[in-house]
C-alpha cells in the first residue's frame, strides 16, 4: 500500500470512529482525497504601518473561512487576514516599537496571546484581555529579546484548544544583530521556512471535528493526520543548498518526533527563545505542544533527490522535499553561534514547586485548577529563583511559563538529563509521565501587582480544563 492510499484509509477509519460506525453514515474510502501534489503554503510575510510615532502596527483580522484539505471540500475554518487557515507571520527585529492590532469578526470571544513574547502583563494576550465579537484590542510593546521564533493564538478560558484547532494561530519572528549577521540561510520562504506542525480530525463531509470525550480531554486531543501550515503531506522544491526550518509543534496534544526518512544528520540551532550556543548534531528532535525548534540540513550534494521529513512517532510523512537541480548558497556552520548570559543557580533566593495533578476529575497544579479570580504566586522583580515542576501523573504534559524565558537546570535530579539541544532558552518545557525539571527563572521587567500571567500545561485540552495558575510580577 502506498502512503497516498494509507493516508486515505486512515481518513476513512477516522470517519467511521468519528461516525459510531454506523452503516448509514459510512463512506467509501475515495471520497476524502487530500490534494495530490500540493505545494507547502509558506504564510505571508506580514508588511507593518509605521505610524508617526515609529510604531509598527500589525493589523490582523480574525473571521470565519473555508479551507480546503480535501478535493472539492470546502471545510469551515477561523482565518486571519487573508489565510483562511493560520495566519501571517510577524517579523520584528528587537528593539522596534510595534503594535499588534487584533480585530474580531466571529461570533464569540477570542484573545490573542503572544506565545513566549517578553511584554508587560497587560500586552500578553491571555484570559484577561478578551476581545468581543467586532471589537478591536491591541498588544503594544517595545521588543525586548534575542533572535527567535515564537508564536501567537487564542488563549480565553476554556475554549482555547477549540479556536486553536479551527485554525487560529500564526509565527512571529524576532531577529537581532548577532542573528542576522550569522552566516546560516536567511531568505525567508526560499530558505528560511517555517513549518507549523499539527495533527487534526474530520468527520466524514470533510469537517474539522472537534468533539473530545472524557478519555480524550485526559490524554489530550489526538490524531493521525497531519497538517504542515495547513495541508496533508504537501511538497516543496529547495534549492541544492542550506536549508532552514522553523519547527512549530502547533497541536493540542501531540509529542512528535521529527526527523528525515533516511536518518538524514541535521544539525538544531535554537529552541524556543533563543540561538544554542553550539549547533547540535541530531538524527531527530521531540517537540512537545508549544515548543519551537531552528534546524538546518545540508542539501548542496542532493540536487534531483527527494527528502521525506516524518513524525517517527507514527511514521507518518510530513513534507516532501524536492531538491531541484539549480544550486542554492552553501555556508560553513559556525561552531560557535551566541554566549549566552546565565543566571548562577547559587544566586536564586527561593525555589517554588509546582506539581502537575489531577482531583476529582479536574487537572491541578499544586492541588488547585485554574480559578481567574485566584494569584496564585506573587514573584519580586529582579530576583533569580528556581522552579521545579513535577508531573505526578501516568501521562504526559508539558509546562508553560508567560512573562520570561527560562534555562533548565535538571531532569529528574541530575543536569547530565538535560539535552544538548535544549540548553537554550526556553518558555515551555517536556515532561514525560512521573518526571520533574528544574528551571532557573528570572522576571527582568514588568512589574505589575494588578494584571496577572499564566502558568499551564500546553497540552492545550489540559490547560482548558483547570491545569493553569497565575502570577504577578511584584516590584
Known sequence: MNRRSFLTLSLYTSALLLSGCGTSSRVSV??????????????????????????????????????????????????????????????????DRVKINYTNHLDETITMHGHGMHVPAQMDGGPHQPIL??????????????????????????KTAEQVYYGLAGLIIVEDKESSQLNIPHNYGID?????????????????????????????????????????????????????????NGSNAGVYEVGF??????????????????????????????????????????AGNTLILKE?????????????????????????????????????????QFTLGMQRGTFTINGQSMDINVINEYVPID???????????????NFHIHATHFLILERDGSAANVLENEKGYKDTVYLPPNSRVKVIVRMRDYADAQAPYMYHCHFLEHEDHGMMGQFVVTP
Not at 283 to 302: F, H, Q, Y
Not at 384 to 394: D, H, L, R
Request: aromatic residues 8%; negative net charge.
Open 261 to 302: 526518512h533516511n536518518e538524514r544528520l541535521f544539525y538544531q540551532i535554537a529552541s524556543d527563545n533563543s540561538l544554542l550556543e553550539k549547533p547540535v548534531p541530531l538524527t531527530s528532535v521531540r517537540l512537545s505542544p508549544g515548543e519551537r525548534a531552528e534546524i538546518i540540513v545540508d542539501l548542496s550534494n542532493d
Open 312 to 352: 517517527l512517532n507514527h511514521q507518518k510523512d510530513l513534507l516532501t522535499i524536492n531538491v531541484s537541480t539549480a544550486f542554492g548558497a552553501t555556508y560553513t556552520l559556525p561552531n560557535q553561534l551566541t554566549t549566552l548570559v546565565k543566571e548562577d543557580p547559587a544566586t536564586a533566593v527561593r525555589t517554588r
Open 383 to 397: 530576583q533569580v529563583e528556581i522552579w521545579e515542576i513535577t508531573n505526578s501523573m501516568m501521562m504526559p504534559h
Open 192 to 248: 528560511d521556512i517555517p513549518l507549523v506542525l499539527q495533527d487534526r480530525r474530520f468527520n466524514a463531509n470533510g469537517a474539522l471535528d472537534y468533539s473530545p470525550s472524557r478519555r480524550e480531554i485526559m490524554h489530550g486531543y489526538q490524531s493521525d493526520i497531519f497538517l504542515v501550515n495547513g495541508a496533508i503531506e504537501p511538497t516543496f522544491t529547495a534549492q541544492a543548498g542550506w536549508l532552514r526550518l522553523r519547527l512549530l
Open 133 to 158: 465579537p467586532n471589537a478591536t484590542w491591541s498588544a503594544e510593546y517595545r521588543v525586548k529579546q534575542n533572535a527567535s521564533t515564537n508564536w501567537y493564538h487564542p488563549h480565553f478560558m476554556g
Open 30 to 95: 475515495t471520497e476524502l482525497k487530500p490534494i495530490k501534489n500540493r505545494q507547502l503554503p509558506i504564510p505571508p510575510l506580514l508588511d507593518p504601518t509605521p505610524d508617526d510615532q515609529g510604531v509598527k502596527h500589525f493589523n490582523l483580522t480574525i473571521q470565519k473561512s473555508f479551507h480546503t484539505f480535501f478535493d472539492g471540500v470546502q471545510t469551515t475554518t477561523y482565518g486571519i487576514n487573508e489565510s483562511s487557515y493560520l495566519g501571517p507571520t510577524l517579523l520584528m527585529k528587537n528593539g
